[in-house]
């Protein structure tokens, strides 16, 4: 069987972890194999009917009083899915690309002393081996791989996979199991969150996106992009060229080390479109570059693009927009 | 206290990636090499650690001979002492290369002392695998904290931070631990011409690495440059007189206003 391991808040699966079930579904059809899903942390046991348009035929509600009462351990989640696992026979432990996901199932791997592929866009069977593909550097390279062991642990790129419902829902069965966790396995535990005062919409889930580039030329001018931004109710983001000039901080950078953006629109102005840069923001719909170089390797990249100065175009772009607003 | 910064010599790949003919590597022969960026905050985080606290930075990289030269620039950010497990010219796997760090730790222990903090990157740029620290934490028995943005240490406790949407999450954890950094968490510093003239000068220590990939398998089989759509943008226009058509595109093609 294939087990999932699914985040969620509340409740609620995560949109990373939903994408994974389709590749977790896809490894399940491919095997003949049941999906059966891995939830954590209180209120873990409402996922049923979350996950059973999915696919998910079983969902495991991994209850332990200092899983459920105290923080995230990630050590200690990461054993129970071992144990889970193990007790299950699962042949595949699925999870999502996220820190959390990665780290989870590290720590399930370590414990299982098994492989594991991380960031997968393609998986097929093959004489109970698997044929995978994988991003490599951020997904500027595919790496074509074999992946044997008893078990393995796959994890989904971030927005390869869509999230998509399995052609027939089923009344998943739930079931809970409590694993053995030694005190070792708290040494690391979640002590508290601190919420940010930052207002504005996060880069991940902004709908649209005014990047800036070493093409702004200093702090200062990120205004007209902020208004830019506010204008089409966005958010501002920058290449590592202005992160490492010390124009915007490295919250704000998009691409291999930053953030991963899936906007609507990417408005990326000033920007030269490196390779590391446009591996941050390939899951825009649309790119728009506003650049004075017609040669700039964005302009190949990009569904739209305006020649000229970004100093000159953004202040008339705004003009336009508040004209019309 | 003693930091070990963990860091990888990859192809600096800034500059459009080609293979090489057999599909199995980057060409390499046009293009430089540096330090996965995570892992270069690692190092800075590791001199800052060790200049605060008192105590030496140490660097170690699994790789090549040529390795050596970004153990030098680890020298050159001011770490005291560096080790090269020499690994040829071949990928090594992520549970190889996390046993063969662990293989030789008590080994370096004996020699410089005694670890409080074993620094990682959170993911090396080219593999991306995301599992080194983990698993090398796990060979150690040490408690692991991975992908952090800030890390104070007082009083043999580090304080560890990680960006979550709408803030962050904090972790306090004994020493020695394991830590993945992740680039933002510093600046690295710029090393001078005399820094860099002095590393080249000090002794990089050598290991034969040992590490096993454990049971099971994870084999390449080939690389591939994914296919791009390079068919040239459409040309809303020249300067300040493209923003009608800007606009005019973000309302009935894009729909956001």
Known sequence: MILSFVEHESGVPDE???????????????????????????????LADELGPYGVEEVHHVVHDRLDGEGYAPQAWGESIAQLAADLDAGTVTGPSTDRGHEVLAHAGATL??????????????????????????????????????????????????????????????S??????????????LDRVETSDEEGIALGEARVVVGGGRGVGNPDDYDQLETLADLLDGTVGASRAAVNEGWRPHDDQIGQTGAKISPDIYIACGISGAIQHMVGCKGAENILAINTDPEAAIIQKADYAVIGDLHDVVPALNEELEERS | ??????????????????????????????????????????????????????????????????????LRTGLAM?????????????????????????????????????????LFGNESADMGNCQVGVRLARRLGLPCVTGIRSLDVDDGVAVAKREISGGEEVYEVDLPAVVTVKEGINEPRY????????????????????????PGTFEKIRLEAPETDDSPAEILGEGVDAAPAIVEVLASEVEIL
């Open chain 1, 16 to 46: 990373l972890s939903l994408e994974s079930l389709t590749m977790a579904r896809e490894i399940a059809t491919g095997t003949g194999e049941p999906l059966e899903a891995a939830v954590l942390g209180a209120e873990g046991g409402a």
């Open chain 1, 113 to 174: 002393d098994a492989p594991m592929a991380t960031n997968c866009t393609a998986v097929d069977v093959d004489n109970g081996a698997y044929e995978l593909e994988r991003n490599r550097w951020g997904g500027s390279l595919i790496e074509h791989a074999r992946l044997e062991g008893e078990p393995t642990l796959v994890t989904a790129a971030e927005h390869e996979y869509p999230v998509e419902e399995a052609d027939a829902a089923v009344e998943p069965a739930v």
């Open chain 1, 176 to 189: 809970e199991f409590s694993p053995s966790l030694p005190d070792t396995a708290f040494a690391v535990q």
């Open chain 2, 1 to 70: 206290m003693n930091v070990l910064s963990c860091v990888k010599r990859v192809p600096n790949t800034g500059a459009k990636i080609v293979l090489t003919e057999d599909n199995q590597r980057i060409d390499t022969s046009n293009l430089g090499f540096t330090m996965s960026p995570h892992e270069e905050c690692a190092i800075e985080e590791a001199v800052q650690l060790a200049e605060d606290h008192g105590g030496s930075a140490h660097v170690l990289t699994l790789g090549p001979e040529e390795a050596t030269e970004q």
């Open chain 2, 78 to 118: 001011q770490a005291d002492e560096a080790t090269l497990l020499e690994s040829g010219g071949e990928e090594w796997g992520p549970r190889a290369t996390a046993n063969a760090i662990a293989d030789v730790i008590d080994d370096l222990e004996d020699e410089f002392g005694a670890f409080d903090l074993l």
């Open chain 2, 191 to 214: 090393a001078s011409m005399r820094a860099k003239m002095q590393a080249r000068r000090k002794e990089v220590s050598r290991r034969e690495p040992t590490g096993e990939a454990g």
